[in-house]
């Protein structure tokens, strides 16, 4: 049975894209393939569209559903930072990049990406190689420990949490998801916002550190920028602080640099798509274009 899926800004995305019969778009975050199938579909008849992702069971499930669309999408087990190489001599008339986590690895207790229900302590989008959020937890030094925690979930107890984790693994390893929750929520204060589990800051911190989600990607947003054809658009959706604020310088000193601005504050989903899908409501969707010469000289 597949599973259910709603591709975030759906209609917002490919607006910005201007996704157009024909042409070569790339999805570098495939995910279940929503945004790509829309893009396939709006691009029929002879459009094609590369598709990656890190998550090979991922990546397997929207093979499936693209598999309709024939020889029109290629799908590759790839990380969005290898766009440019990947391209080679190829120039995309569209790149998109949906920075947040998928359906399949948040509802799967055994990808220990949710405190939702218990599961292995994992996190890995790629579970064919890294280390795990176990690894991390059992293994940090407590002020390493705490400035992750700190960093990339911007929690203000993560000394508290660090050295909560640190006595607890003293007597025995953390191996899962359910435990790591309760010590958390144990040493956490609690949050201003309603219905914020307390866990959540530290386990979008270990997720973002075990997947080095942040190293790198204003480096890499310019190079798949620089992989756009004459008019062609990169659009990228972030869900956090952190991203957003790579994306955002990112994309302003790409408007130096031969490239136009196509939001100036990011999209945001408006409120009947949030109620529809509660996951979307820290989606943040940003875009440029890269100005044609023409243009660009006049």
Known sequence: MPLAHEPVLLAETLELLAVRPGGFWVDGTVGLGGHAAAILERSAPDGRLLGLDRDAETLAEAGRRLARFGDRVRLLHADHREI?????????????????????QLDSAERGFS?????????????SRGETAADVVNALRENDLADVIYRFGEEPSSRRIARTIVDARSRSPIATTGELASLVRRSA?????PGLDPATRTFQA???????????????????????????????????????????????????EGFRLLTKKPVRPGDDE?????????????????????????
């Open 84 to 104: 440019p190489a990947l391209l080679a001599g190829d120039a995309a008339d569209g790149i998109l990049l949906d920075l947040g986590v998928s359906s399949v």
């Open 115 to 127: 405190f939702q229900a218990d599961g292995p302590l994992d996190m890995r989008m790629d579970r």
């Open 189 to 193: 204060r609690r949050t201003r916002r």
């Open 206 to 256: 270990l997720r973002i550190y075990v997947n080095r989600e942040i190293e790198g990607l204003g480096p890499a947003l310019a190079a798949a920028a620089g992989r756009l054809a004459p008019g062609g658009r990169l659009a990228v959706i972030s869900f956090h602080s952190l991203e957003d604020r790579e994306v955002k310088q990112t994309f302003r000193g790409l408007a130096t």
């Open 274 to 298: 949030v109620r529809r899908n509660p996951r979307s409501r820290s989606a943040r969707l940003r875009a440029v274009e890269r100005v044609p010469a023409l243009e660009a000289a006049a």
